[in-house]
């Protein structure tokens, strides 16, 4: 190609990502400037120009509205978000993948097509999200002000602490009387079923998860009754964290909770979100509680 | 000899990053005088590589990737206004400072003299 040749297919290659009513004058000009830049440069020389001028694409951008999906500090939190995501939905496919499937090519096998590749809806909401916010900020500045988180203190909501008692009490009944409930309303064996419990699992999983869900309430009552935490509270929130962590995890992988399979895929899932819940939970207070220590430590020497 | 061989590695690799953060800093610094050295430079129409010569010529060189858009972004701003004229040859677009432009120019060149003063001070009591 020659010179002339080189530029124009440089232009048309610019002119291509501008906004069309843009596009032939940007077209013109740009042409002229590189042929004034060029000189009577060679096609080598001229290929180096337009090399230093930058990507087609960059060019286009310098010559627009630069345009934002992602604000720049969001970019990290995003990152984050995202790969975390992904590697739960992926680690949660997998186990799914493993109760489904037999033999590990199987498993691999389901393991990609129903939950590697379709985990990807996960980034796309969050460029979604991550853009509204973006554009929320810009349209109405004042939205995005920085406001301080209010102090943490040991002093807790009474009345919304009771109603949570309320609904945690109402749905442990529920939990535990859902088939004789359902056979109230219904009498399709298959309904009855689905909440129907495996009678292994009522001789010693069952109570003992019972016992640690009334424990927890108790726990939960004796907090809003104080009206505050204290260091007994405090620890003792941590050994049922603890104990029950490690009994869902049991729950998962001892044997069926439910009678009907679908129930007890469901049930399961659920309860191994709860575990990443309280492992998150329990990381969270540590990172705290090691933080505070440290400033302690610092302020002391 | 390995241990030398290592040290000269070490020592070219620090270089090299120290000179590409050198090189970025100063790009940045350049990057904020850019507009008001344009809009210094049209007060009466010129077109871009002539623009680009004479701010070249008085030792500032911007690249050109950078200042023919910049001319069209500061003209959508309405910062600069524009016409094609054709003297000798191809018609090209001429760039002029607008009444915005010319109130903008003083305002940015007022800051700039103010934060030259400032920097001044602050560079020779470094040096004090």
């Known amino acids: 190609m020659t010179a002339p040749e080189l530029i124009d297919a440089y232009v048309a290659d610019v002119a291509r990502l501008l906004p069309r009513k843009d596009r032939a004058d940007v077209s013109m000009e740009l042409r002229e400037l590189l042929r004034d830049e060029l000189g009577d440069g060679s096609a080598d020389e001229a290929l180096e120009l337009l090399r230093g001028f930058g990507r087609p ?21 995003f990152l984050r978000l995202s790969v975390v995501g992904v590697i739960v939905i992926w680690s949660l496919g997998l186990i799914e993948a493993i109760e489904a499937g037999s033999g590990a090519m199987m498993v691999l096998q389901v393991w990609y097509f129903k939950y590697v590749l379709q985990s990807f809806w996960w980034p796309g909401l969050l460029v979604v999200c991550f853009g509204i916010a973006g554009w929320v900020r810009r349209r109405w500045p004042s939205s995005a002000a920085w406001k301080p988180k209010p102090s943490r203190t040991d002093h807790v909501n009474r009345a919304g602490r009771i109603a949570a008692i309320v609904f945690f009490v109402a749905g442990t009944l529920v939990l535990v009387n859902a088939s004789w409930l359902i056979k109230k309303v219904t009498s399709a064996p298959d309904a009855i079923a689905a909440f129907s419990f495996d009678e292994e699992f009522l001789r010693l999983r069952g109570p003992l998860v019972l016992a640690l869900m009334v ?12 009206g505050r935490w204290s260091p007994f509270t405090r620890k003792l929130e941590l050994v049922l964290d603890l104990a029950m962590g490690a009994v869902m995890t049991w729950v998962v992988f001892a044997g069926p909770v439910y009678q009907s399979p679908p129930s007890d895929r469901l049930v399961k899932f659920v309860l191994v979100l709860t575990v990443a819940g309280i492992l998150i939970d329990l990381a969270i207070k540590a990172r705290r509680k090691y933080a505070s220590r440290a400033k302690a430590i610092n302020l002391v020497s | 000899m390995v241990l030398n061989s290592v040290t000269r590695r070490a020592y070219v690799a620090h270089s090299t990053v120290w000179r590409m953060v050198s090189e970025k800093l100063e790009l940045e610094l350049r990057r904020g005088v850019v507009v008001l050295a344009v809009l210094s430079q049209l007060r009466s129409y010129r077109y871009g590589y002539e623009l680009r010569q004479s701010l070249s010529s008085k030792g500032l060189p911007i690249e050109e990737g950078t200042l023919y858009p910049l001319l069209r972004r500061l003209e959508s701003q309405g910062v600069l206004t524009s016409e094609w004229r054709a003297n000798e040859g191809s018609p090209r677009r001429y760039y002029q400072l607008s009444d915005t432009g ?10 700039w003299r103010g934060l030259n003063e400032v920097m001044d001070r602050l560079l020779e009591g470094d040096e004090g």
């Open chain 1, 57 to 77: 694409a960059e060019v286009a951008a310098r010559y627009g509205k630069p345009l934002t999906v992602i604000d720049q500090g969001d970019t990290r939190p």
């Open chain 1, 215 to 226: 424990l927890a309430i108790v726990h939960f009552a004796m907090v809003t009754v104080q």
């Open chain 2, 102 to 111: 010319v109130k903008l120019c003083e305002q940015l060149t007022a800051s």
